[in-house]
């Protein structure tokens, strides 16, 4: 499963949270650039600046893995 994270209601968006069950949750570019969790590697929680906002990765050890959008994306993501 993927999410694209782009188009006018995202955009309009102030935040948006996407979670899953699994360690590594990838965010990559929409020609293949991984930002985070890609390449085999696993990303040490922490923040990130992406595509013009911040976004907060979040792996807690008793519950699912989080990334957090802070602001409106300058280029499409992909999540998956």
Known sequence: ????LSGPAFRSAPRRNVSA???GLPLKSEGDDYYINGAWTIDWPRRFDI???TFHYRRPSDGPETLEALGAT???LVVM
């Open 1 to 4: 499963m993927s999410w694209n």
């Open 21 to 23: 069950r699994d360690a």
């Open 51 to 53: 595509a013009g906002t």
């Open 74 to 76: 300058t280029e499409i």
